[in-house]
Protein backbone atom coordinates (compact mmCIF):
# COMPACT_ATOMS: atom_id res chain seq x y z
CA UNK A 1 0.00 0.00 0.00
CA UNK A 2 1.14 3.51 -0.99
CA UNK A 3 0.34 6.36 0.88
CA UNK A 4 0.18 9.91 -0.02
CA UNK A 5 1.05 12.65 2.25
CA UNK A 6 0.96 16.97 2.17
CA UNK A 7 4.40 17.39 3.46
CA UNK A 8 6.74 20.23 2.82
CA UNK A 9 8.25 19.76 -0.09
CA UNK A 10 13.05 19.80 -0.16
CA UNK A 11 13.11 22.42 -2.61
CA UNK A 12 16.95 21.53 -2.43
CA UNK A 13 19.73 20.26 -0.50
CA UNK A 14 23.30 21.07 -1.46
CA UNK A 15 24.96 18.66 0.70
CA UNK A 16 26.46 16.15 -1.62
CA UNK A 17 27.77 13.89 0.74
CA UNK A 18 24.87 12.20 1.83
CA UNK A 19 23.77 9.02 0.33
CA UNK A 20 20.37 10.33 -0.29
CA UNK A 21 21.72 13.31 -2.61
CA UNK A 22 21.57 12.94 -5.82
CA UNK A 23 22.47 16.66 -8.07
CA UNK A 24 21.49 18.59 -5.16
CA UNK A 25 18.16 16.97 -4.62
CA UNK A 26 17.37 14.85 -1.55
CA UNK A 27 15.72 11.33 -2.72
CA UNK A 28 14.49 9.93 0.21
CA UNK A 29 10.80 9.87 0.73
CA UNK A 30 10.55 12.15 3.71
CA UNK A 31 13.51 13.76 6.47
CA UNK A 32 13.25 14.46 9.80
CA UNK A 33 14.26 17.80 10.97
CA UNK A 34 16.16 18.62 13.81
CA UNK A 35 16.98 17.25 17.88
CA UNK A 36 14.85 19.56 19.76
CA UNK A 37 17.01 22.77 19.64
CA UNK A 38 19.47 22.77 16.48
CA UNK A 39 17.66 22.48 13.15
CA UNK A 40 20.45 19.72 12.16
CA UNK A 41 18.64 16.91 9.07
CA UNK A 42 18.18 13.80 11.13
CA UNK A 43 18.52 12.11 7.99
CA UNK A 44 21.53 12.59 6.75
CA UNK A 45 23.53 9.49 5.71
CA UNK A 46 27.62 9.60 5.30
CA UNK A 47 27.41 6.48 3.11
CA UNK A 48 27.69 5.49 -0.71
CA UNK A 49 24.60 6.78 -2.89
CA UNK A 50 21.50 5.19 -2.80
CA UNK A 51 21.91 2.47 -5.76
CA UNK A 52 18.66 3.72 -7.27
CA UNK A 53 18.29 6.68 -8.97
CA UNK A 54 15.03 7.66 -8.04
CA UNK A 55 13.17 11.09 -9.70
CA UNK A 56 11.17 12.08 -6.28
CA UNK A 57 12.17 14.19 -4.11
CA UNK A 58 11.54 14.18 -0.47
CA UNK A 59 9.27 16.21 1.88
CA UNK A 60 9.62 16.70 5.61
CA UNK A 61 8.35 14.12 7.59
CA UNK A 62 8.33 15.83 11.05
CA UNK A 63 10.18 18.58 12.15
CA UNK A 64 11.39 18.86 16.20
CA UNK A 65 12.46 22.29 16.53
CA UNK A 66 9.86 23.77 18.21
CA UNK A 67 11.60 27.67 18.51
CA UNK A 68 10.76 27.61 14.63
CA UNK A 69 8.63 30.08 13.49
CA UNK A 70 7.48 27.63 10.49
CA UNK A 71 7.28 24.71 13.37
CA UNK A 72 3.70 23.61 14.69
CA UNK A 73 2.92 20.92 17.08
CA UNK A 74 6.36 19.34 15.80
CA UNK A 75 5.40 19.44 12.34
CA UNK A 76 7.09 21.69 9.21
CA UNK A 77 4.15 24.18 7.87
CA UNK A 78 6.05 26.03 5.62
CA UNK A 79 5.41 25.01 1.89
CA UNK A 80 9.37 24.18 1.12
CA UNK A 81 12.83 24.02 2.52
CA UNK A 82 15.98 24.37 1.99
CA UNK A 83 19.29 22.06 3.16
CA UNK A 84 22.68 22.94 3.03
CA UNK A 85 25.75 23.00 5.23
CA UNK A 86 26.21 25.79 7.82
CA UNK A 87 29.52 25.87 9.02
CA UNK A 88 30.22 22.02 8.74
CA UNK A 89 26.78 21.22 10.30
CA UNK A 90 24.02 19.82 7.72
CA UNK A 91 20.85 22.05 8.71
CA UNK A 92 17.74 23.02 7.41
CA UNK A 93 18.45 26.67 6.49
CA UNK A 94 14.75 27.50 6.37
CA UNK A 95 14.73 27.78 9.98
CA UNK A 96 13.86 30.88 11.15
CA UNK A 97 13.67 31.55 15.30
CA UNK A 98 10.87 32.87 16.80
S1 LIG B 1 11.60 25.48 8.43
FE1 LIG B 1 11.62 25.29 10.68
S2 LIG B 1 9.89 23.89 11.14
FE2 LIG B 1 10.41 23.63 8.94
S3 LIG B 1 11.91 21.92 8.86
FE3 LIG B 1 13.10 23.84 8.96
S4 LIG B 1 13.50 24.12 11.19
FE4 LIG B 1 11.79 22.65 11.01
Known amino acids: MKMTIDMPFVSGCTVSECAYNINDSCRAHAITVGDGVHPGCDT ?21 V ?6 ED ?19 LTYMGR
Open 44 to 64: FLGAPRHARNSKQSAGVGACK
Open 74 to 92: YECVADSIRVGLTADTVNC
Open 66 to 71: TGCMHN
